[in-house]
């Protein structure tokens, strides 16, 4: 069983350009989370998305941040003109749904390392 | 304000003796209480997860309390070996309560334990 997938590992992008970051869950699946972890800083939570449904963007920047999760394919982090201060390593987490087991454990991906000059 | 804490940032221990990390937690009501291992260049990888009303848990050589009057956890790897050189996060749940499965994991910022051969 595959683990969660994300790619590309490494982006590099120069201010004012688009980031799009994907995620492939775990097999059986169906909740996805995003995190980000800026330098020195601890992971802190962005979004939770099920199959076409944003559930809590919370954590989320209002701008330039979004997120989406199709009912087919992998769900996908976009910043519009990213900023130097986009520059973080995002990890995406998957969980299974709530009745086969509960969402307490989260499967985490290898993370993308997002670089802006 | 909500604060949860990992008191090192970095620990320094002698191959075969017992690492202790501590995890503490302000302001949170947390139903339970996960630790997760992270490498370098690594997303965090699950290790164990203690509920509020469990006082120890184990996992072959891991071992984790949780003191919920003292708002603190403490992490133990017993006979430490190069290869447990990692990070070590603690993250809570915020909004879960017993019983029932939550999303947003709060990280501490890490605890970066270097076992010396």
């Known amino acids: 069983n595959a683990g969660v997938m994300q790619n590309p590992r490494h982006l590099v992008r120069r201010r004012g350009q688009e980031a799009r970051l994907r995620c492939s869950p775990m097999k059986g699946h169906s909740h996805v989370y995003w995190y980000r972890q800026l330098p020195e800083e601890g992971l802190k939570f962005m979004v939770y998305?099920?199959?076409?449904?944003?559930?809590?963007e919370s954590g989320m920047p209002k701008e330039r941040f979004s997120a989406e999760f199709p009912k087919e394919g992998p769900s996908i982090l976009r910043i519009q003109q990213v900023v130097r201060g986009d520059s973080a390593a995002y990890f995406c987490a998957s969980s299974p749904p709530l009745l086969a087991g509960g969402q307490e454990t989260q499967y985490f991906g290898p993370g993308t390392r997002l670089l802006v000059l | 304000s909500q604060k949860i804490e990992q008191n090192s940032e970095a620990l320094n221990i002698q191959e075969g003796k017992t690492a202790t990390l501590t995890c503490n937690y302000t302001n949170y009501s947390p139903a339970y209480l996960q630790w997760y291992r992270q490498d370098p260049g690594r997303g965090p990888v699950f290790l164990l997860l203690?509920?509020?009303?469990?006082k120890e848990k184990r996992k072959e050589r891991l071992k984790v309390t949780f003191d919920t009057t003292l708002k603190q956890s403490l992490f133990h790897i017993t006979a430490s070996q190069p290869a447990d050189s990692a990070t070590y996060l603690c993250?809570?749940?915020?909004?879960?309560?017993?019983?029932?499965?939550?999303?947003?994991?709060?990280f501490g910022k890490g605890t970066k334990l270097s076992v010396i051969p």
């Open positions: 998305l099920q199959k076409e449904n944003i559930i809590d």
């Open positions: 203690i509920r509020e009303n469990e």
């Open positions: 993250a809570l749940d915020p909004f879960a309560y017993s019983g029932a499965g939550s999303y947003q994991l709060t």
